[in-house]
């Protein structure tokens, strides 16, 4: 593709353009959130509006050069594999920086530091990693998933794992003893104890995977019309993680249409969506989500126009969102994927959006959309005729599902509050991991648990910013507190 294609492409997970070389450190944003993802390339000397090559003389370009990598160098920590080129076009240079995903994630600023200066790429955009993203990041450095981390807690007597030992007989035709466990990656040895991982809670029954995983569910709604503004019917999927696909097919199965036809012979009965493409993209969204996540759920929502699955994480860092129809397998959750391919949920790797795509030819009046809002993963299927061009127009700029709950202003959690910006901020950001209420009064310096309650964080909860771990109990002695998604919001709007 020559540089007059490229130039019409849209910015991307991958591609990005400048006039110039940024004086700031936006450059070295670009790179280190590319190679802290699927890499990309970066094109220099290309105005934004209207996109055209502007280019650099002849003369500069080698001392461009120099500069670049000299910051690159300098500024990018660990070293970042990358190659510069340059693209003559009518005797005007374009510099282009390919950037290649890196081995030794997390990439970072070096003047900003660690916690501050690793970005990823969402979208079109570099976006400040927070905790669990570098921690993700890490993990991908040391090719370790979430799920196979044990549960130090724990031991194998508290699994209540009754539910899954009778479907993987039932589908895998083998019998779950403890060195079956210990196989699957749903206990880990240390010493002479058993600690069960991430994954066994995660296919745990209810009350021990909500214990810890208290977001590892998925809300369902059929909205009236094309907004969210009322809500008909919904569904909380919050029963063992290799159970929920099922049971948020039949709520989809529920609220759609099925038609029928005159075919040549018989009468033909049809669904309003493919099941089986459907069927598909909530299997994929239970088995890639990001489950390091602890404050947000799985999102399904049926709306008159479209159906919109959004699930908790960007897409795998290795994986180019252009390219999902070809196959492409990068497994997030490697101890549940396996498990989910024995019990007959996953066929084969890198199957699932060839199915869909393969189904979605059926049905040419559908149309398909991926997108990444903020650090979540989703897909529309939308009906290209539905109404009007109106419509259509509502479908496009329909608030994102994964953020119906709505941002809120300063204003209304200060007011509804009476907190401090920074109380606010430090609570919030605390209890990315869960958090017993003695820490975070040691962060206020306050002694008194009923009163700390009573001002910090029953406010915060009134305004779902934060939740209790055990919201049954709320006087639990082993109860904690953990962001909700509105918090996780709200806190990136209190960054920005």
Not at 301 to 327: Q, R
Request: charged content about 30%; overall charge positive; hydrophobic content about 35%.
């Amino acid at each position: 593709m020559d540089i007059q294609e490229i130039i019409k492409l849209p910015e991307g997970r991958r591609l990005e353009f400048k006039q110039n070389i940024p004086t700031d450190d936006k450059l070295e944003r670009t790179v280190i959130a590319f190679s802290n993802s699927a890499g990309g390339d970066i094109y220099l000397g290309v105005s934004e509006k209207p996109r055209k090559v502007i280019g650099f003389k002849e003369g500069e370009i080698i001392k461009l050069e120099e500069k670049i990598s000299s910051r690159l160098y300098e500024n990018c920590v660990p070293l970042i594999s990358f190659n510069i080129a340059f693209i003559n076009f009518n005797n005007k240079y374009v510099i282009k920086i390919t950037v290649y995903p890196g081995m030794q994630s997390p990439y970072y600023i070096r003047n900003t530091g660690f916690e501050k200066g690793t970005y990823i790429r969402v979208g079109s955009t570099n976006r400040l990693a927070d905790y669990d993203i570098i921690r993700e990041l890490e993990r991908r450095r040391r090719n370790i998933s979430f799920d196979s981390l044990p549960v130090y807690e724990l031991n194998e007597k508290d699994l209540m794992l009754n539910s899954f030992v009778k479907a993987y007989k039932k589908f895998a035709k083998k019998t779950v003893n403890k060195a079956g466990l210990l196989k699957l990656g749903l206990l880990y040895k240390e010493e002479n104890k058993y600690i069960p991982t991430n994954a066994a809670v995660l296919l745990s029954g209810l009350n021990l995977k909500n214990k810890f995983f208290p977001y590892a569910k998925i809300e369902c709604a059929r909205f009236k019309g094309t907004q969210t503004s009322e809500t008909l019917d919904s569904l909380t999927v919050n029963s063992p993680v290799f159970e929920q696909p099922d049971e948020v097919m039949h709520f989809v199965q529920k609220n759609i249409r099925k038609g029928s036809t005159i075919g040549l012979v018989y009468r033909e009965e049809r669904w309003e969506y493919p099941l089986q493409a459907l069927r598909e993209l909530i299997i994929n969204a239970v088995i890639h989500r990001d489950y390091s996540q602890l404050g947000r759920d799985i999102k399904v929502a049926v709306f008159d126009d479209m159906i919109e699955i959004t699930s908790p994480g960007t897409l795998p860092l290795g994986i180019d969102i252009e390219n999902l129809s070809s196959g492409q397998s990068e497994i997030r959750n490697r101890i549940l994927a396996p498990i989910f391919k024995e019990i007959k949920l996953i066929e084969q790797w890198g199957t699932g959006f060839r199915k869909f795509f393969l189904a979605m030819e059926e049905y040419p009046e559908l149309e398909f959309k991926i997108l990444e809002p903020g650090l979540s993963f989703q897909v529309q299927v939308i009906k290209k005729d539905f109404q009007s061009a109106k419509g259509k127009a509502q479908a496009e700029t329909k608030p994102v599902l994964d953020s119906t709950v709505s941002a809120l202003s300063w204003h209304q959690v200060g007011t509804k509050s009476a907190l401090s910006r920074q109380q606010v901020g430090i609570i919030i950001q605390s209890c990315k991991q869960p958090q017993p209420i003695s820490e975070l009064m040691k962060k206020f310096e306050w002694k008194d648990r009923t009163k700390f309650k009573k001002k910090f964080l029953n406010p915060l909860i009134e305004l779902d910013l934060i939740a209790m771990t055990i919201p049954d109990k709320p006087n639990s002695s082993k109860q904690k507190y953990i962001s909700a998604e509105k918090g996780n919001q709200f806190l990136v709007e209190l960054d920005k």
